[in-house]
């Protein structure tokens, strides 16, 4: 119960940090952002539950693969917005390229026998 807890802790400082970092550096509050914050943790969680790092490498791999769909949200998101697009109604179509994008390379990784 106690590892729960400080998993939710940590991740939870985590996201709040960024998010203030965020509001004072955009370029700040980018650079946390980018690192991938949630697989570490995720890496270290599994490892640490397991101690086996072959479901970790899985992760690592599957990650690689469907980050690539996460690209179109950050140019269509704020191309939406530069468009005079309201916040909500951008970030929702947005929203939904990505799943679209994550459907498509899902699709196509399957075609060409990637296993995710």
Not at 44 to 49: L, T
Not at 71 to 90: I, T
């Amino acid at each position: 119960m106690w590892q729960y807890v400080i998993k939710i802790v940590i991740t939870v400082a985590l996201v709040i940090a960024v998010t203030e970092v965020g509001k004072r550096s955009s370029l700040l509050g980018a650079v946390l952002t980018s690192l991938p914050i949630t697989s570490l943790l995720a890496f270290v969680w599994i490892y640490a539950e397991t101690g086996n790092s072959d479901p970790v490498a899985a992760l690592s791999q599957s990650i690689f693969w469907l980050v690539l769909a996460t690209l179109p949200l950050f140019v269509v998101f704020p191309a939406l917005l530069h468009r005079g697009l309201a916040f909500w109604p951008a970030l929702a179509a947005a929203c939904a390229i990505t799943v679209a994008t994550y459907l498509t390379l899902v699709w196509a990784l399957a075609r060409m026998g990637v296993r995710l």
